[in-house]
T-cell receptor, first 114, second 114 residues
Framework: KAGVTQTPRYLIKTRGQQVTLSCSPI?????VSWYQQTPGQGLQFLFE???????NKGNFPGRFSGRQFSNSRSEMNVSTLELGDSALYLC?????????????FGPGTRLTVT | AQSVTQLDSQVPVFEEAPVELRCNYS??????LFWYVQYPNQGLQLLLK??????LVESINGFEAEFNKSQTSFHLRKPSVHISDTAEYFC????????????FGTGTQLKVEL
């Protein structure tokens, strides 16, 4: 099976702009989660989607939003970008059946805000 | 709220020596525990997990971790490290029945030297 794919891999944006990141989960996986990784704050949970519904949400401002489509692909959007949004954004998918709670991560999208 | 503490930010070790990376967690409910590894410029790879059952879990590349409920620990060990084990290791916890929200520790950089 193909792994989790994320596009684009690298992105440079200017303060005030908005950005959309995409994640395609492993085939058959219904849960998609997003994480932000920065040197200062480490890995932080953004949100999780399951069957097109947001199931969990982290402590991020409303500028961060996401959605999931019927084919389980997910997008996250960040509006009004700030310099502090520069980070590696990781997407993870999970089968989420029975005890299959392990999450499989994509390579990430490196976002730089200038 | 759950939290994870990785006591060592960096662990240097010589090749073929044993290593232990420490992880302690706090949670008021039952938890699932994970170790992930991250190589430079890559996403996270699941190394091993504890969901239930035997408290000693092993990975295919020689790592093992033991869940100790009384000490709320999930330390990672390897009896003999290889240069290719150089990477950053993250301990993570999710609450049972809480979906796929992972709380990560700050990571331990393992540097294996010749």
């Amino acid at each position: 099976k193909a792994g989790v794919t994320q596009t684009p891999r690298y992105l440079i944006k200017t303060r005030g702009q908005q950005v959309t990141l995409s994640c395609s989960p492993i085939s058959g996986h219904r849960s998609v989660s997003w994480y932000q990784q920065t040197p200062g704050q480490g890995l932080q949970f953004l949100f999780e989607y399951f069957s097109e519904t947001q199931r969990n949400k982290g402590n991020f401002p409303g500028r961060f939003s996401g959605r999931q489509f019927s084919n389980s692909r997910s997008e996250m959007n960040v509006s009004t970008l700030e310099l502090g949004d520069s980070a590696l954004y990781l997407c993870a998918s999970s089968l989420d059946e029975g005890q299959a709670y392990e999450q499989y991560f994509g390579p990430g999208t490196r976002l730089t805000v200038t | 709220a759950q939290s994870v503490t990785q006591l060592d930010s960096q662990v240097p070790v010589f090749e073929e020596a044993p290593v232990e990376l420490r992880c302690n967690y706090s949670s008021s409910v039952s938890v699932y525990l994970f170790w992930y590894v991250q190589y430079p410029n890559q996403g996270l790879q699941l190394l091993l997990k504890y969901l239930s059952g035997s408290t000693l879990v092993e990975s295919i590349n020689g790592f093992e971790a033991e869940f100790n409920k009384s000490q709320t620990s999930f330390h990672l060990r390897k009896p003999s490290v290889h240069i290719s084990d150089t990477a950053e290791y993250f301990c993570a916890v999710s609450e049972g029945g809480g979906g796929n929200k992972l709380t990560f520790g700050t990571g331990t950089q393992l540097k294996v030297e010749l």
